[in-house]
Structure formats: C-alpha cells, structure tokens
C-alpha cells in the first residue's frame, strides 16, 4: 500500500475512534468476568510460612536486562494451565510433546516448543512455568509466570463450548494478583523495579474467531460486521494493557493473530481444493491486525514512558508459507496429527494419527504450527532474523534501550 492510502485508513480509523457513538456490545461479552469460574481458579493459595518470609531480592537477576518473563494468551502459548481445568482443549497426551525436550506432553499444543520458550531462552531465562501449575511461592514465578489457556479469548465467553478456560480478562487479573504477592513479599520498590523491568507477552484473539464470530455465536454475526467486532476486541485489549500498566508493566510484545484462514481445520471445513487459504477468514484476521497495531501505536503515545510493540505473526507465517522450500518445509497445507483431508477433520488425539517428521509441516494440528515454526517465529520477534515482523522495533532492541 501507498501511503497516502495508509494515511487516509488511518483517518478513517481514527475518525471511528473517536466518534463518542456508543456501539452497543452484548452485555454477555463484558460481564462475563462475574461468572462462578474465578472462584475456583485463583492462584493456588500461599501458605502462610510463604508469605510471613519476606524474599530477598535475588541480587544475580537484578543485573539481567529482563528479570522476567510473564505470558497472557490462548493455546499458542498455553504450557499448561488447561492441564488443570474441565475442557477438551487439553495437550496432556502424547504426540503432543513429543519433541519436547522433555520429549513429554506439558500442555503445549505443540510437537516440540511454543514461542515464549524460544524466547525465554534468548533472554537467558529458564522456561516460564504455568500459573496454576506452580506452588504459588514467590521464587516459583521470579522469572516469570504464563497465565495462558488454551480456548481464551479476548471475549469472555469465546471457546466455552469446549470447557473451562481462563480469560483474558480473568489472566489479567491473575497477573494483578501474582503483582500484589510480589509486593507483599519483596517490598514495593523491588516489586516495581522488577515488574517495570520485565516482558509481558500478549498472544490472544484467534478463539474470538474461530469459537466466536465463525462459529455466529448468539448471532453476532447480524449483529456486528468483522469491522465493529475488529473494534471491540482491540478496544478491550487496549484497556487491560492500560491496566497493566498501572500495576506498573513497561514492557510489552502484543502479537498479531496469525492466518487462521490456512489452518488445516478451515481447509477442510470450507472445503479448500488445493490448500487455497480462506481468503474471507484471512481479510477479518488482517484487518484485527491492522486495528490492532494501531491501539498499539496510540498506546506507545498515550503511555510515553512505556515500551510497547507488535508483531505481526500473519506476516511472518505468510512468508514461510509463500517461501517454504527456503524454509525447509514441504508440506504447508496438511497438519502432521490429525484425520481427513488436510488432517484438518478430527483432531489429534492419539501418536498412531501423527507424521514421523513434523519439521517438514508448517502444522502440527488443526490449529497449531509445529516446532520448526515457531522457531521461526520467535527468532523474528527476537531479532527479523528472517523477516521484520514487529513494529516499531523487535524484542532485542526493545530490551537494549536505555532505561529512561
Ligand atoms: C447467525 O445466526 C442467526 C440466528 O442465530 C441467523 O439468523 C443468521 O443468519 C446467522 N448469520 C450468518 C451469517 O450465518
Ligand atoms: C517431504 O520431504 C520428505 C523428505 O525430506 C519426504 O519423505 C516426503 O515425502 C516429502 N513430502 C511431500 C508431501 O513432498
Ligand atoms: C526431518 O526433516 C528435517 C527437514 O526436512 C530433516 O532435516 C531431518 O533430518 C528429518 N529428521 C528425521 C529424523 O528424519
């Protein structure tokens, strides 16, 4: 695109921002935090020997760039949390895992590693542990805590039909809460310096397609067109990076969604002939991206001492896709677990179902990208070493800048 085309997109969208018109939103999608669910899914309680020791601040992490690593999302970063609920969206059984490098199923929706592991390595932390899967102590979640479930959407309500699931809002609040322990234990200075200094990783908002707005839920789709849901959903993310950032959050890498539309799932079910991608799927993706980028970019503005980027995963996967020999894939249509055409029809729920080499697939399941590209995917938010994807710099030199 030219950029006067860009130019007069964002006038467009700017005017929509700040048209005082209230679209008015069905009241499930923002109530939905009231329900019975938190209850039973509040951190796992301290005990009170944890929290009457105050926790020194370990002095060898303070000289880390980034202490910590905390993760919000939805099944692309999931390393466990839905372990612990009542849902069908589960990644405990092999082959999920794998080529782990426990070579054991953790949760992840993955033969191998998800991004935020690959991250976590390049900023010389250990691999970050699930929220409901630690003891809840304040040295379990020093290096970071990923609050991510399989199924969350930015809605509420979005992926209940498959269960449980932690929210996105719910995850915010469990961040809070995990922010007012560290508090507690460490004092408000150390707390702040720690939380301001470390990374948080947004990966959410494809169940709001796929188990929401495709799916017609509660008929939203006469509702709402893609571009008024597109407004919701980066509104409410908007607000709750604004609320982390008044528990003190600096740090923050929002992700693009990536092109569900070429997900085995979609081929199948909108019977692809060729692998063709549902276009119609990708434009919704893209323009969420677009809208998306853009809250981040007014943000950065708002909040001027903060650092905040996105990423553009559906450019990244794109890419791979357009350039896989490069790559080294050669198979960028069909999942490597699953049954039916594109193994996109029944999931993968057993080893039989799965190919003996998934670095040669761009999916691993219905929905999930395999190892090889998630590699991939991480080296671009990391450093573009493959393509610049983030905006307006990537992770690396987001972390390099001086404090101000
Ligand atoms: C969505 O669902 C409603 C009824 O629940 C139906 O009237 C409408 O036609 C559906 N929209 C689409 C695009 O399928
Ligand atoms: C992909 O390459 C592997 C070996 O590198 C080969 O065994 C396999 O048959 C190829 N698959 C396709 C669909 O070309
Ligand atoms: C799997 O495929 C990759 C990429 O084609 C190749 O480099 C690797 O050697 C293969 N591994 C096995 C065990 O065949």
Redesign the pocket.
């Known amino acids: 695109m030219n950029s006067p085309v860009i130019f007069a997109l964002f006038v467009f969208i700017s005017a929509l921002f700040l048209q005082p018109r209230a679209l008015q939103y069905p009241q499930e999608l923002i109530n939905g935090y009231q329900s019975d669910l938190i209850g039973d899914l509040t951190s796992p309680t301290m005990s009170p020997s944890q929290s009457r020791h105050p926790l020194t601040y370990p002095t060898a992490t303070s000289s880390l760039p980034v202490p910590a690593l905390f993760v919000i999302g939805d099944s692309s970063v999931d390393c466990g949390t839905n372990n612990f609920l009542g849902t069908l969206a589960r990644a405990d059984r092999l082959p999920y895992g794998r080529d782990f490098d426990t070579h054991q199923p953790t949760g992840r929706f993955c033969n191998g590693r998800i991004p935020v592991d690959y991250l976590a390595k390049r900023l010389g932390l250990p691999f970050v542990p699930s929220y409901l899967g630690q003891t809840g102590s304040v040295e379990d979640m020093i290096h970071g805590v990923n609050y991510a479930s399989a199924g969350a959407g930015i809605i509420f309500s979005s992926g209940s039909e498959l269960g449980q699931h932690i929210s996105f809002t719910q995850q915010i609040q469990q961040v809070t809460d995990t922010i007012q322990q560290f508090t507690l234990n460490m004092g408000e200075d150390a707390a702040t310096k720690l939380i301001s200094n470390s990374v948080f990783y947004i990966s959410i908002g494809t169940n709001d397609y796929i188990h929401y707005y495709l799916r017609n839920v509660s008929n939203v789709q006469s509702l709402y067109l893609p571009w008024s849901f597109n407004q919701f959903l980066a509104t409410t993310v908007k607000q709750e990076i604004k609320n982390l950032y008044t528990a003190n959050v600096r740090k923050v890498v929002v992700m693009g969604l990536p092109p569900i539309g070429c997900a085995p799932y979609y081929l199948w079910s909108y019977q692809s002939e060729n692998g063709e991608c549902v276009q119609m799927i990708n434009d919704m993706i893209l323009e969420l991206n677009f809208v998306l980028r853009y809250i981040v970019e007014e943000l950065s503005q708002e909040l001027i001492d903060a650092d905040i980027i996105f990423c553009d995963v559906f450019e990244a996967s794109m890419d791979i896709i357009k350039n896989n020999d490069r790559y080294g894939f ?2 960028t249509t ?1 999942a490597c677990c699953g049954l039916g055409k594109y193994k996109g029809w029944i999931m993968c729920i057993s080893p039989e179902m799965a190919c003996s ?1 998934a670095s ?1 697939h761009l999916w691993w399941d219905q929905f999930h990208p395999t190892d090889a590209v998630n590699a991939i995917l991480a080296d671009n938010v990391w450093s573009g070493l493959h393509t610049e994807i983030c905006y307006p710099m990537n992770l690396q030199n987001m972390i390099a800048q001086k404090a101000r």
């Open positions: 050669n198979v069909d080499n040669n």
